[in-house]
């Protein structure tokens, strides 16, 4: 099956610290890549989709300015949280959809989590 | 806007024991349905994706199961075992790509 993979897969950083999360399609091309967070026993909420090439489009109430994507390639999207504070303390996990297959399905990464102290 | 919940919240259950997981969603317009299995601090694995136009999908032990009219999917796990004690969720894609998750069910299947 396509493999995506997330780096890094934990991270503990001060506040006031710019974090940077990446995902990468390993064995496919992703037309499509999605960032989601999720807190403790909650499930998981979409940040925003992001497309090669283009600027990624946020969900209401993720501020655009705090967590930056970049969609460079087709083969990987970075998270960057700017200035993290430990209320951005969370796992957060991308997927990707195949460009040649237009099934829907989605591939995830393992997670990266995130500690802001 | 689409909503996805799931039930129950968590469950116990005995090893060998055939369990049904339930989940609806608001909005039949949908893309296609899976299912996911989450173990603690750790991604998703996928289990099962259905298809809008499809029925049911099976694999394995899990059989996971649509009906879009009514906003209902079930996952079916025949003879549970420990290791399938893990967090399920199930998630729908939009027409516009996007996927909506439920809250999770947290399975634990007892020796």
């Known amino acids: 099956g396509a493999v995506v993979s997330q780096h890094p897969s934990w991270v503990i950083c001060k506040s006031g610290t710019s974090v940077k999360i990446e995902c990468r399609s390993l064995d496919f091309q992703a037309t499509t890549m999605f960032w989601y967070r999720q807190f403790p026993k909650q499930s998981l909420m979409l940040m925003a989709t992001?497309?090669?090439?283009?600027?990624?489009?946020?969900e209401q109430g993720v501020e655009k300015d705090k967590f930056l994507i970049n969609h460079a390639s087709l083969t990987l999207s970075t998270l960057t949280v700017t200035s993290a504070h430990p209320e951005d303390s969370s796992f957060y996990i991308c997927?990707?959809?195949?460009?040649?297959?237009?099934?829907?399905?989605?591939?995830f990464g393992e997670g990266s989590r995130l500690t802001v102290l | 806007k689409q909503e996805v919940t799931q039930i129950p919240a968590a469950l116990s259950v005995p090893e060998g024991e055939n369990l049904v997981l339930n989940c609806s969603f608001t909005?039949?317009?949908?893309?296609?349905l899976q299912w996911f299995r989450q173990d603690p601090g750790k991604g998703l694995t996928s289990l099962l994706l259905i298809q809008s136009s499809q029925r049911e999908q099976t694999s394995g032990r899990l059989n996971a199961s649509l009906d879009k009219s009514s906003g209902r999917s079930t996952l079916y796990i025949a003879a549970s075992q420990p290791g399938d004690s893990a967090t399920y969720l199930c998630a729908v894609t939009s027409n516009t790509g996007k996927l909506i998750f439920g809250q999770g069910t947290t399975l634990q299947v007892k020796p």
């Open positions: 997927s990707a959809s195949r460009r040649s297959v237009n099934t829907g399905e989605l591939f």
């Open positions: 992001s497309n090669e090439g283009s600027k990624a489009t946020y």
């Open positions: 909005d039949s317009a949908i893309y296609n």
